[in-house]
């Protein structure tokens, strides 16, 4: 159980385009979905608590305008970015709530040329 | 607040030799501790948890934890490594509240030697 997948696994982008990553938990619904990003040899980085029905609250930094998230159902989170920059490439992480516990989807790797 | 604080960024032990995974957090609530495993371009997975009850925690993989609060402590230990340990692992406390978030330490690389 707790089972949470995410789409695509990798994505090569030019830069100014936008891409989407849909994270979804298929055995158990989740009100509370997390966002994350994770640079080479280190920890993660929270960027965003996705909350199904309303917007999402954002960790100071990150911005609210280039990282879209949508929370639509209770099973299904998505992160756009917008206008992507090489900078922005990195491992995207996404998370589903299942009572106290996060389980995590298997990443997302960007790469922006 | 919350923190986490894995002592060791990086770990080397030989197979079937003892693991122990250092990790010490400050809360000023009960805290929930977990342990989350990544190998290499993977997501996280979760290795055990404490919330409340016993002590001492049994996870996937033979790996187990104890929380001992007059230590702040929740090490992580396996009594005999195999090569597939080798990964990166984080502890993460959360205050058990309704936000959810974790406060997460920076992690430890296990190597496991031949």
């Known amino acids: 159980g707790a089972v949470v997948s995410q789409h695509p696994s990798r994505v090569i982008c030019k830069s100014g385009t936008s891409v989407k990553i849909e994270c979804r938990s298929l055995?158990?619904?989740?009100?509370?979905m997390f966002w994350y990003r994770q640079f080479p040899k280190q920890s993660l980085m929270l960027m965003a608590t996705?909350?199904?029905?309303?917007?999402?609250?954002?960790e100071q930094g990150v911005e609210k305008d280039k990282f879209l998230i949508n929370h639509a159902s209770l099973t299904l989170s998505t992160l756009t970015v917008t206008s992507a920059h090489p900078e922005d490439s990195s491992f995207y992480i996404c998370?589903?709530?299942?009572?106290?516990?996060?389980?995590f989807g298997p990443g997302t790797r960007l790469l922006v040329l | 607040a919350q923190s986490v604080t894995q002592l060791g960024s990086h770990v080397s032990v030989s197979e079937g030799a003892l693991v122990l995974l250092r990790c010490n957090y400050s809360?000023?609530?009960?805290?929930?501790l977990f342990w989350y495993v990544q190998y290499p371009n993977q997501g996280l997975q979760l290795l055990l948890k404490?919330?409340?009850?016993a002590t001492l925690v049994k996870g996937i993989n033979g790996f187990e934890a104890e929380f001992k609060k007059s230590e702040t402590s929740f090490h992580l230990t396996k009594p005999s490594a195999h090569m597939s340990d080798a990964a990166e692992y984080f502890c993460?406390?959360?205050?058990?509240?309704?936000?959810?978030?974790?406060?997460w330490g920076l992690g430890t690389s296990l190597a496991v030697n031949p």
């Open positions: 998370s589903a709530v299942d009572r106290e516990t996060q389980y």
């Open positions: 055995d158990f619904q989740a009100t509370t």
């Open positions: 996705s909350n199904e029905g309303s917007k999402a609250t954002y």
């Open positions: 809360s000023s609530v009960p805290p929930y």
């Open positions: 404490y919330t409340t009850g």
């Open positions: 993460a406390v959360s205050d058990g509240g309704n936000n959810r978030k974790l406060i």
